[in-house]
């Protein structure tokens, strides 16, 4: 099947049908694919084996292709990060956390707040350095929730996202926030594609704030946040 | 003595950090950061080295004496060989 994804034509061979639907926001039509992703029967049936979840053959087979996929992101100057990208009010926001921090509790309450606000990516948005500028993308791959559309946005502001008592935003400096960004950064496992990523990951705490919000469950917690985030002066360089 | 494992380093915000590469599942999967001393220690165990060539070369670089120089390099490669970098 055919689909676009991060402005990258993308041809995966998958042998089962329903793996389409699955990618059904991404399917597209074009002449020569940039890459092609084979998936054998053989290896989702071995990754069905040995894996602890009852997942399909088709979500499976959707899978193997994300990592097959994930390799060969940085001949084209993108990467993969762990965190929920968001378009709202002429920004794009990522929120990034380890997995159950609440990172999609935060995201849904600004989701409340903000009617116009998009849901790019809920789990692992693929960056791409495109025109000068660091842009998020959805995917077919976004997450057990499925929030994902076939749009982009170009990055403004990374948030991390503390579980806490009570709720605060604080700026952080781009030095601070390497340790963080890194950890939440899939860093390919080849050293050239790995020097790609990190000089990417340089290029983003350039061009973006960065922020930390401490947060609770509640609403509260976005009315907070966004205040700061929207309101603040132009940082983009 | 020389590091285990492949390393990249690269400088990201005004930070030095290193990222293990090993194409093996069961790597050091983590993040180093490393100091402007400790980050010329680091890229000195890249080849097979050993303690008198790092001190020779650190005080051509630093303006240590040489139990300082000493002091230094023998704490940093210490902090390495606990968290199962270095091969010697």
């Known amino acids: ?237 | 003595m020389k590091l285990k494992t492949e390393f990249v380093v690269r400088n990201v915000a005004d930070k030095t950090v290193a990222i293990a590469v090993d194409s093996s599942e069961n790597s050091f999967n983590g993040m180093l950061t490393l100091n402007d001393s400790g980050a010329f220690i680091f890229e000195h165990l890249k080849e097979d080295t050993d303690m008198e060539t790092i001190i020779k070369d650190f005080l051509a670089e630093y303006d240590a004496t040489p139990e300082q120089a000493e002091g230094t390099i023998t704490s940093f490669i210490e902090k390495l060989r606990e968290a199962g970098l270095i091969e010697e």
């Open chain 1, 1 to 237: 099947m055919r689909c676009r994804i991060a402005d990258i034509n993308i041809e995966i061979r998958n042998t089962d049908p329903a793996t389409e639907a699955l990618c059904a926001d991404f399917l597209s039509d074009f002449d020569r694919a940039d890459i092609v992703i084979p998936v054998s029967p053989f290896e989702v049936k071995r990754e069905m084996e040995e894996s602890p979840y009852n997942n399909s053959f088709a979500y499976t087979e959707s899978f193997l292709a994300f990592k097959k996929l994930s390799c060969q992101l940085a001949a084209y100057d993108a990467f993969l990060m762990h965190g929920a990208v968001v378009k709202v009010r002429g920004k794009g926001i990522i929120f990034s956390a380890p997995s159950g921090t609440g990172k999609t509790t935060h995201m849904l309450n600004w989701k409340k707040l903000f009617g116009d606000l998009t849901i790019i990516n809920g789990d692992k948005p693929i960056i791409r350095f495109v025109d000068n500028q660091l842009k998020a993308y959805g995917s077919p791959w976004c997450g057990k929730e499925g929030y994902a559309e076939n749009d982009s946005v170009v990055l403004t502001d990374i948030c991390f996202i503390e579980r806490a008592s009570e709720n605060s935003i604080h700026r952080l400096s781009p030095r601070d926030a390497v340790s963080e960004l890194i950890g939440q950064t899939l860093i390919p496992k080849n050293s050239a594609d790995a020097l790609r990523v990190l000089g990417l990951v340089d290029d983003l705490l350039k061009k973006c704030a960065v922020w930390k919000i401490y947060c609770t469950k509640d609403t509260e917690s976005a009315v907070i946040a966004s205040d700061e985030i929207l309101n603040a002066k132009e940082q983009i360089k």
